[in-house]
Each structure stands twice: as structure tokens, then as C-alpha cells.
């Protein structure tokens, strides 16, 4: 089995690059399936980690869409509320328009939750949500998850826009740590 070493960890392969596009062709069929060019759809990728899935899958989208890419940021609050969220970068209007958020993985689901607010401020007509990898264990909230590529375990995984503190990113497979025993 392919093996890494990212920083002091090794990660050995866990989903091959062949297998993620079989993923994502099943992800944007469902799509395709849902959606038409009448109903403005813009796909919003969340970036660092979902650029390489945006990528592949707005390229098997076969309805004319908007892409766009924003970054949630946190910064410390001058109140006692701690620690408050903002959406940077988005460049078009979302007002009116069905919104397909693009996410690399929703974990617990607190970064989705911010997500959903802040976008749901912009006034779109529908948000969706579109992820390639879920780990139901530890998914704690309510928002429905329309478009899920593979639900796993509570493995931590790197590659394909994923990171390990920021290395292995451009991996083009999916690979998970190695639990020595
Ligand atoms: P939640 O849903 O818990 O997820 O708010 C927040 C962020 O955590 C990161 N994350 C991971 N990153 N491998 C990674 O490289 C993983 O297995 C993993 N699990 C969570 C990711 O940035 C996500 O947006
Ligand atoms: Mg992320």
C-alpha cells in the first residue's frame, strides 16, 4: 500500500485517485438530476480544502452555473461572544439564486453551521450542500447534507485538497493515518 510521510506522520493510501472520480461523477449526476440552468445555481466552494473537488465537479455539471470560492475566517471578538465568523471573498450576489455550498468534509459540522448563517444573510432563494467526505459519528447538527461522495469513520485523511497542517494538499489520492499498533 502507497505510503507518505507528511510532517512527523505517515499516511498510507485510502481512496485511490480512479476511485475519487467515479465519486464525484456519482456526486454531480445527482446533481445534473436536481438542478437545471433555470434555477441559477452557483456552486460555493469552501475554500482551502474543496478546491480540488470544486474542481472536478463543476467539470461534470452539464447546466450552465456560477463557481465561487470563499474562506471562512474567525477572528477574536471585542465582546465577551469569543471567537465570531466571517465570510471573505465572495465576488457575486447570491440574492435569489439556489446555492450549492461545496465542502471537502463536514466533521462535526460547527464550521458548516457558521457557513450556513453567514451565507443565509446573502438572501439566496435555497442552500444545498454538497461534500465529499462526511463522518457521521461526528456530525452533531440539524442541516441536511443533500450531496454526500463517502461517508467514513472518524479516520483523520489528507490528499485531495485535504490537508495535514497545510502539506498534502496536492495529493491526488485520499490517504488516511497510519495507527501504528
Ligand atoms: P467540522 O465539521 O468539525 O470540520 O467543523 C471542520 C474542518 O475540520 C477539518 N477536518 C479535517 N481535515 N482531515 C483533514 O485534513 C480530516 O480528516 C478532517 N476532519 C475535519 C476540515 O478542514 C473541516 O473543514
Ligand atoms: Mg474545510
Redesign the pocket.
Known sequence: MKRVTLHDKEFQVFIPHDEIQTIVKQVADEINGDFSALDEVVFLS?LN?SFMFTSDLVKNIDFSCEVSFVKLSSYQGTTTTGTVSELIGLSSSLKGKCVVVV??????????EKLYALISAHEPSRICVATF?F?PE??GKHIKIDYIGKSIPN????GYG???DEL?RNLKDVYKLVVEK
Do not use: A, N, P, Q
Not at 155 to 158: E, N, Y
Open positions: 469552501v480544502g465542502e471537502d468534509i463536514v466533521d462535526t459540522g460547527i464550521t458548516l467526505f463522518k461526528s456530525y479516520d483523520f485523511v489528507v485535504l490537508d495535514y498534502g
